[in-house]
């Protein structure tokens, strides 16, 4: 048996991670509507305890998970701490004394408590002495609904609103209007305005060295010249060569001697990573993190498929992704100011050839669209193994690189 889940980010009003839903299936052919709420969730909880850890999907923030009454029932949230589990009622729960006492104990042994997907009626007033948090769908759930909720929490000020499915920086801004306190959705990987953000001389470096790296045989000569004329540039190429995340240790004397040390692949993922962490100072972390994630969830695909020479080209692909959200501007015009290979952009800009397949596999695998993602998988003749892997490989690398680069 191979697990399946997927997260989604979960951010504050400063657009800071909270913690992540975990959305989660028991393998791409038990979709929607195959497999019930109770055995999902008892399959999380049975993963979480035996074949991986909790801490691994969630960078150890908390983990957002669904409870039926069922699973509820059978006390399932106990078997995790409570600092790494939000328990989340299912809105499919109908509210009575049963429900009201797991509850009570559950708030009692220290845990926090969400309603899902939340659709008010009177009888959950019972409920908020106890609730945390109010998760709102934003998708279905229109405006006077969404104040008359409010209306109704006013007395109980401890519980905050999460707005869910915010898909749109429109639908974020009316969150925050509206008082929510969190938010879950895409709304960071868009853009929030379309503007034209030029690039500073450091950026521009980056920019010419992720074309120069983009062929398959490098020039050496030329990045190191590249380098060699960038200060900022070459101490975190020294800072890189040296991180933990290479568990080596190597006295250097030259530019082209740290670079020499890296190989390659590595000077191909510093650049792409420190482009983006560069261009995105004023961006949410987890947005850098998305990008990480799919750049290294998109390479290990195209190692996976064996079909392309250079997957560091799946990896710039994945990373180049999210820059539209990253420069707040459409694609198009990022991709006239980066180099890039026509590969690439056929990739971002058409969603044509191998590597628009590998993102799309990402892209449906981030939404836990393991329908859609399962016919990729099986259209590129991967392993149903494969993908679950790579993802979870992704989601620990990205989680070391954040650390390389976080200071």
């Not at 974020?172 to 379309?194: D, H, I, N, R, T």
């Not at 290979?341 to 990402?362: H, M, N, P, R, S």
């Amino acid at each position: 048996m191979y697990f399946y889940a997927a997260r989604q980010p979960i951010l504050d009003r400063d657009k800071k991670l909270i913690g992540y839903e975990l959305l989660f299936r028991d393998g791409v052919d038990n979709v929607f509507p195959d497999i019930d709420g109770d055995e999902a969730t008892s399959r999380l909880i049975e993963g979480s305890q035996f074949n991986f850890g909790l801490e691994d999907l969630t960078d150890n923030k908390p983990a957002y998970i669904n409870f039926t009454l069922e699973t509820l029932q059978k006390g399932y949230p106990l078997l995790l701490g409570k600092e790494q589990v939000v328990v989340e009622i299912l809105e499919t729960i109908q509210p009575g004394k049963r429900l009201l006492a797991l509850v009570k104990d559950l708030k009692e042994k220290g845990y926090i408590l969400a309603l899902d997907d939340y659709i008010h009626q009177p009888v959950w007033r019972h409920f908020y002495p106890y609730i945390d948090i109010i998760k709102i769908d934003f998708l279905t759930c229109d405006v006077d609904s969404i104040k008359a909720i409010i209306e109704a929490i006013k007395p109980y000020p401890h519980i905050k609103l999460l707005a869910e499915k915010v898909e749109t920086y429109e639908k974020y801004q009316l969150a925050l209007e509206m008082g929510f306190s969190y938010f879950q959705g895409f709304f960071f990987s868009k853009p929030e305005m379309v503007q034209s953000k030029t690039l500073p001389p450091s950026e521009m470096a980056l920019a010419e060295l992720l074309y120069e790296t983009s062929s398959i045989d490098l020039n050496l000569r030329k990045i190191t010249e590249v380098f060699e004329r960038d200060v900022n540039l070459s101490y975190k190429l020294l800072r890189y060569s040296n991180s933990a995340a290479f568990k080596r240790r190597a006295e250097i004397s030259t530019i082209k001697q740290a670079l020499i040390v890296l190989g390659s692949e590595e000077i191909k993922r510093f650049l792409s990573l420190l482009f983006a962490a560069q261009v995105a100072a004023d961006k949410p972390a987890e947005l850098i993190r998305l990008s990480l994630t799919r750049a290294r969830f998109a390479e290990l695909l195209a190692i996976s498929h064996g079909k392309m020479r250079d997957t560091g080209m799946a990896f710039l692909t994945g990373m180049m992704s999210l820059m539209d959200a990253i420069l707040d501007e459409d694609m198009p015009s990022v991709m006239n100011k980066l180099p890039l290979t026509i590969e690439i952009k056929d990739a971002l800009l058409k969603d044509e050839g191998l590597l628009a397949t590998y993102l799309k596999l990402v892209k449906f695998y981030e939404q836990a669209n393991w329908e859609k993602a399962k016919e990729i998988q099986q259209q590129l003749g991967l392993k149903p193994e494969e993908v679950p892997d790579a993802y979870h490989d992704a989601l620990s690398w990205s989680n070391d690189q954040m650390s390389v680069f976080g200071d």
